[in-house]
């Protein structure tokens, strides 16, 4: 049974979350990316809440901006620090009364909750004991590619539009006519991994018309984005390496069909995750977690350690 609560933050941010689980067990934490909401992980909440997939107290906060989540108007408001700041409350928030306070059993990300998630990871090691991505691409590599590769910087142009101060009302013109593309466009309501049916299409409405601020606004703060004549973009970034090195156990699950994430993504990842497993996933795409969340849930199971 998915339970919902709202979690206010010391620094006055407040998160609203979705839960499962026995409160004082282990907790997982669950990080969801854009154009989504924590709502996108309830199987897995449910999954590894029982007691015979590990009985953890599991946990999936929107994150800032997002759904009833405080929603800052400034983009400041939305770069890395204040984001990762939530987090590091958050945890400690969530593990106050489990057996390693201030340390989750494991950090499942996906998409923006995966690029927070490296973060946290490198920033705060004894944070996490275990780390889970799921197509989101490491800091170091995605600044590489979005800099020099002209395939990248394609499958990201979208990332230029999401960032432009009018993207918000542009996308909720016409029943989100903009929006949808990102789910259809990888056969989100089509073919044997169809996913986007009329009941999903109803909860994306429901938190899309809380507001799109937010979430376009984590696009409008960073400076990860294709470079264009006027910008430099990620040409202009330069992340030390002592900064991006995750020295957690990590397991990045990539479905191999997500089109704007491709595989080049991975290459080197092993020279700044020592402790890596990769599993790729053909046939998958950057929306794995609702094409076969079981699927997904096997490999985190396979992974983790009590």
Known sequence: MIETFHQTLPHGITLSCRAAGTPGRPVLLFLHGFPEAAFVWDHLLEHFARPEHGGYRCVAPNLRGFEQSSAPTDVAAYRAKPLV???????????????????LAGLVAHDWGGALAWSVAAQWPGALRQLVIVNAPHPAAFQRELANSPTQQASSAYMNFLARPDAPALLAENDFARLWPFFTNMA????????????????????????????????????????????????AVQLPRERVMVHVPTLVVWGLGDTALPETLLDGLDGFVPELRIERVPGATHWIVHEQPQHVAALIEGFLTP
């Open 85 to 103: 700041q939530d987090l590091s409350a958050l945890i400690d928030a969530i593990t106050s009364n489990s057996p390693t306070p201030g340390q």
């Open 188 to 235: 989100a309501d089509s073919g044997p991994m169809a996913w986007l049916d009329d009941a999903t299409r109803d909860r994306y409405r429901s938190v899309w018309r809380q507001g799109l601020h937010g979430p376009c606004a984590y696009y409008a703060a960073s400076p990860l984005r294709p470079p264009t004549p006027g910008d430099p973009g990620a040409a």
